[in-house]
């Protein structure tokens, strides 16, 4: 299954895109491609920093685990 918009523009780095989705979107919802992994999880993993600070701006969650219990942080 494609993952959600929010989690495609943290993947791109786009922190203009996240910031623009974050106003309509749960930004703390997992992937569904049975990771489970949070668009936060995704940005660090990528290295995304203005990515991972508009995410944490629009209030995404550091102690979120993917299915596997692993952090963002």
Known sequence: MEPLAV???ALRGSAVDVAALAGGADVNEPKTDGSGASALYVACQEGHAAVVTTLLAANAK???TRDDGKTPM
């Open 62 to 64: 550091l102690d979120l």
């Open 7 to 9: 989690h495609r523009a």
